[in-house]
């Protein structure tokens, strides 16, 4: 038996509420590499361009703002 039909014939025994996961996880082993490696290039690209990224805040400034203090 190949694993393809090992796979299906598991997948009668695998509960309704898990098939998301099993879905999931097979979505994510089947997508475009090319694709996810350009949109995590962009992500990265935005951060490196922002302005903002080495700005650091002192604790009690986030506690100020966030209403905290």
Do not use: F, H
């Amino acid at each position: 038996m190949s694993n393809r039909e090992r796979i299906i014939s598991l997948l009668d025994s695998v509960p309704e509420y898990k098939l998301g996961y099993v879905l999931a996880y097979v979505q994510g082993i089947t997508a475009d590499e090319t694709e996810d490696d350009a949109y995590c290039e962009q992500l990265l690209e935005e951060y490196s361009s922002d302005p903002e990224k080495d700005v650091s805040y002192s604790l009690e400034d986030c506690k100020r703002e966030w209403g905290l203090a």
